[in-house]
């Protein structure tokens, strides 16, 4: 992924502009599967799954429990707790 990539390359800022509109579409599809009613922990497992099936066609293994083991980090830091935070905190 990206820890590839050397800094201050035009691919580190590519990948950079990639992921912030992959992200933006993602967000648009979880706010309208809400909207519709459909459970959080349904939406967020199929995300989940269709994420790992996604990882397991385009990266060896070792690869996949490396991002694997950046997200249980990122979990046990607090980091997405503090995100939210920050979500909440633009959109008041």
């Known amino acids: 992924m990206a820890e590839n990539i050397p800094e ?3 691919q ?16 648009h599809a979880i706010d309208h599967l809400l909207e519709e009613n459909h459970a959080p922990l349904a939406v967020a497992s199929a995300l989940l799954g269709g994420s790992l099936g996604l990882l397991s066609r ?3 293994r070792e690869t996949i429990l490396r991002i694997l ?7 046990r830091a607090g980091e997405l707790e ?3 935070k ?7």
């Open 8 to 10: 201050g390359s035009g």
């Open 12 to 27: 580190m800022e590519q990948v950079s502009e990639e992921l912030t509109k992959c992200a933006m579409v993602i967000e």
């Open 58 to 60: 385009t990266m060896d």
């Open 69 to 75: 083991d950046s997200a249980v980090q990122s979990v």
């Open 82 to 84: 503090d995100a939210e």
């Open 86 to 92: 920050a979500r909440k905190a633009g959109s008041a």
